[in-house]
């Protein structure tokens, strides 16, 4: 029997740069994430419709210049962000932060 592939989990986190968020896994892969990208991908309810999963968040709303302020554990499951625009609405579970690294192909 094959044991199920447990959910990633992080070794490290934190902020590089203010424009820059590095997570160092466990298993030894690094992720980076710039800010902007972060904001981009929030999943909160207001940047995402709850069911249909539509983005309601225009990208072009976002500076380019968009800074992380700081993150925050959200228990075992994630991380919050907080962002210069005020959002910081948004929970990122470990799996999707992996996942937004592994779409830059960095992990
Ligand atoms: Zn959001």
Avoid: N
Wanted: glycine letters at 10%; proline letters at 8%.
């Amino acid at each position: 029997m094959q044991p199920t592939q447990p959910p990633p989990l992080p070794k490290k986190a934190d902020l590089v740069t203010p424009f820059l968020f590095r997570i160092e896994w466990k298993d030894g892969a690094v992720t980076e994430h710039t800010a902007r990208d972060l904001r981009l991908a929030c999943p909160c309810a207001s940047c995402i419709e709850e069911g249909t999963g539509r983005p309601l968040l225009e990208p072009k709303t976002v500076k380019d210049d968009i800074l992380l302020f700081g993150s925050e554990l959200v228990g075992r499951y994630g991380l919050s962000f907080f962002w210069s625009d005020g959002h910081k609405t948004g929970i990122f579970a470990w799996q999707r932060l992996r996942h937004l690294g592994a779409q830059r192909g960095e992990a």
